[in-house]
């Protein structure tokens, strides 16, 4: 097929989809359309302007078809449920590749094939693949229109859900597109639902394939995703561009592609501190980004909920934007008590995903509120009351929303020239030895904080619940490249960063998650961490001492504001209790893992270990 004969899909309304690239698309975009169009062969070829109209006959469409149900407009407006495939739930890291031409340039925290022989299998699968559906064409911005740090991509994909999510969390479709010249970089995401139709054959609601591919061709800056149209493995703007094709773009152009929210804090004073965090998935970091603090005279709004592309600045400032327009957050857990700003956010124009369905046309989910509904339609369609011994809503169930409708949203988080970071912290999920907070002792120190960040699997990573991993920088799941090589890059950053002239930011290792004896969590977290970001911020100010210890700073007795917390004394000191024998054998863990990347771990990380078992030991 070529581009002038695609027929227009059916849409309803009489609403009329655009089938023809718009006048002054680069050659180089309409060839590699035409080159996936002559192997996926589909029905027809929209390329999508980004519209609410296209987005509504999108919605339309899917409600036709069943894939998605429309809101009680009354309760939820503008807002839909769909349920996926009970495959098809979440990212599948064992089915996520990254096809460097070297086997090395991977690292071991990834899956590596040949490109030469993924491109083989690829090949295979993608022949023919979206007969009887309509190949969507979709360019987007990854960060604000005409940024110097925006970069852009174009994604192709026979899934209107992906359109509809895309429109959501990038700034897609014309706007995008007129800014890619025939010289202007831009990466290739081809994906499919691997669920072709023969003619005739009767579409389901979520077409999807058992055999899943989410792979990444570093070297030439290409994504093919096959099998799933699920989150992650599906909106390739999101993990697959922004981090692992974009740390490798960060890396050899001099920058950071990190997996990191973005907040502005203003104290009371009204003096505005910038903070990038690196969390492992389901440690509390949309609960960050939303953070309403506790103490009083504090305000935190967000920049970026996920994700933070980092650069240094003409002002020799490290300087960050958040390449997302939307969020695609975790519905369970999410309620009015925990992340009322997230609630507000969801409150319309959300497609909400796997969650439970109300009798008047809502949604709910496990802490939406703390008593259930007497009656619900979970999450497969089955009918659900509270003593079904089974969760309304998949624990990976989403809700995709644009961070515009956030109302805590900061009135620089669109700044084209991005936000001056003052502080970037690494958190993890540790029931011991890891205290509430250290301050590293350099970047240096920094830098071995967020390779070894380390957490408890949750249900986003396909691992047994409450294991721990070694989640560097957070990144694990999203490197481009090996990890080790990152942690150079972090380190040449610095010595950039100094010789700029400008602020470098400090930074932190966090904790919320340390329990006591019993099991208990020792800090209440949610708006009450508000009093550890006061402690830093106090710190880079010079308004606070704090204590050395072999692991870094702590704050001094008394340093950590406690005025009206209801944590006991005991709490606290064990809140910050080194246990030597804990962190010594942590240091052996990581001196372990890191001997996993062989010769390229930089020298100054193993200095890092050796210095710390030290101090330690003395
Ligand atoms: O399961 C998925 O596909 C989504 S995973 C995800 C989504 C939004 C933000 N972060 C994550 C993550 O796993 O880090
Ligand atoms: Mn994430």
Redesign the pocket.
Known sequence: MTLLDSPAPTAPDGYRFRTQPPVGTPASIVDWVEGVAARTRPDAIVWADGSQEEFDALAELMVSRGTMIRLNPEKRPNSYLVRSNPADV??VESRTFICSLQREDAGPTNNWVHPEQMRDTLDGLFDGVMQGRTMYVIPFSMGPIGSPLSRYGVQLTDSPYVVASMRIMTRMGERALERITETTPWVKAAHTVGYPLAPGQQDIPWPSNELKYITHFPESREIWSYGSA????ALLAKKSFALRIASVLAHDEGWLAE?MLLIKATNPEGKEFHLAGAFP?ACGKTNLAMLQPTIPGWKVETVGD?IAWLGIGDDGQLRAINPEAGF?GVAPGTGWSTNAVAMETIQSDTIFTNVALTDDGDVWWEGATKEPPAHLIDWQGNDWTPDSGRPAAHP?SRFTVSAANCPSISDDWEDPRGVAIDAIIFGGRRATTVPLVVEARDWAHGVYLGATVSSEATA?AEATVGTLRRDPFAMAPFYGYNAADHWKHWLEIGRRLRAAGGKVPRIFQVNWFRKDANGKFLWPGFGENSRVLEWMFSRIEGQTAAKETPIGLVPVDGGLNTTGLDVSSEALAELFRLDTAGLLSDAEDAAAYFDGFGERVPAELRTEIAALRERLAS
Do not use: L
């Not at 699920?230 to 493995?233: A, D, L, P």
């Open positions: 979440a990212r699920y989150g992650g493995n997996h998935s996920d695609f990976n986003a």
